[in-house]
């Protein structure tokens, strides 16, 4: 019992950075894209912020501690008047988030190369070793987690960002109907989840991508 709760304390602490770090840029960027198509929401609600109290949701980050699959933050606020064209804009906006994941994995995948550099000659077990072997699998959580969170929320169930993409694609009156779905989707997607569906979704992916990165 106890080796087993050690064990999860040590993986909640390996992944807490990681996950932390996915959410809130996640968050930041749609904000901060949908500031740059004339949307100031986000801006004066002070959710340009890579401050991740401002963004995270407590019960979307342990649920995605458990899952590994399904985790959310706030959602940043958007409001689509103020685009040109709204479906464009909500798209852009919505690419944004997993966009965002993607480079932050890429860029801790950089960081284990950089890590495995610095350790060419550490003995085993010295203190450099010990500092930096904790430091590569921060970095290795950071690449599944942010590839995960890219992938989920790139599925095209509403709210997630995905469905957002596909809305873009539609005629407006189906569009609204679609997007009018988002109220059943997180049942949808816990539903998903316990019957393992979600994991066989999603799973294939982030397994491939993480092998090409790492």
């Known amino acids: 019992m106890f080796p087993d709760i050690a064990r999860a304390i040590q993986e909640i602490a390996l992944l807490l950075v990681p996950v932390l770090m996915g959410v809130t840029f996640h968050e930041v960027a749609h904000g901060y ?5 004339g949307d100031p929401t986000a801006r004066l609600a002070g959710r340009l ?5 401002k963004h995270l949701d ?20 958007v409001n689509p008047r103020y685009f040109r064209d709204p479906a464009r804009g909500m798209m852009l906006v919505a690419l944004a988030g997993p966009a965002m994941n ?7 995948a ?10 060419m000659g550490v003995v ?4 450099a070793y010990r500092i930096l072997a904790p430091l590569a699998y921060i970095c290795a959580a950071g690449v ?3 590839l995960a969170l890219a992938v989920f929320n790139l599925l095209p169930i509403p709210p997630l960002d995905g469905s957002n993409v596909l809305a873009a ?3 407006p009156p189906l569009a609204d109907r679609y997007m009018s779905f988002g109220r059943w989707g997180f049942i949808a997607l816990l539903l998903l989840a316990v019957t393992g569906i979600l994991g066989r979704l999603i799973m294939p992916l982030v397994s491939f991508f993480t092998h090409v990165l790492l």
């Not at 912020?49 to 109290?53: G, H, I, K, S, Y």
């Not at 995605?64 to 940043?76: C, D, E, H, S, Y």
């Open 49 to 53: 912020t890579f401050n991740p109290l």
């Open 169 to 171: 694609f539609l005629p």
């Open 102 to 108: 993607v480079a932050l994995a890429i860029g801790f």
């Open 58 to 77: 407590p019960i979307g980050a342990l649920a995605f501690l458990l899952t590994r699959m399904i985790g959310w933050a706030k959602p940043v606020p």
């Open 33 to 37: 894209v949908a500031n740059w198509l």
């Open 124 to 127: 085993p077990d010295s203190a």
């Open 144 to 146: 599944q987690v942010n």
């Open 110 to 119: 950089l960081l284990i190369r950089l890590i495995e550099y610095a350790a």
